[in-house]
């Protein structure tokens, strides 16, 4: 059985069979109309040079050669981090934290050199016992 629909790209009503189109397919009248489809959303200039791109590039393509992807990639974006909120230039896809130190207060990790029972993180000893509880010269707590 058929149904009649129009074209997402052109709008022209067809004609696509009843099993077509209950899985979803047949929206399209022709081939041309189905690249025109995907064409549309596509970036017209490459991110890193600005020159245009391939027609026959994928729509979420972002540069036009192997070159400008690992050139693009190697100079990095200005973020500020989630935690302290400094900017600082990152690696994409990569790099959310300015340091390690804000990475390590980030996945909820205290940093080094702190003292554990100032934070709360050590409780003080019921029975006046507390043997690990002396400075600790070299550590400066």
Known sequence: M???VFCQQCGREFSVSGARFAHGRGR?????????????????H???????????????????SR???TAGRK????RSCVVCGASFVSVPPYG??????????????????DD???????PPDRY??????????VLGF
């Open 128 to 137: 006046a016992r507390d043997l690990y509880r002396a400075a600790d010269p």
């Open 116 to 122: 554990p029972w100032a934070c709360g993180d050590i």
């Open 96 to 113: 959310h934290t300015c340091s390690t130190l804000c990475e390590a207060m980030q996945g909820g990790v205290r940093p080094a050199f």
């Open 46 to 64: 490459c991110a890193h040079c600005g020159r245009p791109m391939p027609q026959s590039a994928r729509p979420e393509t972002r540069y036009c």
């Open 28 to 44: 399209f009248c022709s081939k041309q109309c189905f690249a025109l489809h995907r064409r549309k959303g596509r970036a017209s």
């Open 67 to 69: 070159e400008c992807v």
């Open 75 to 78: 100079a990095g974006v200005t």
């Open 2 to 4: 058929a149904v009649n």
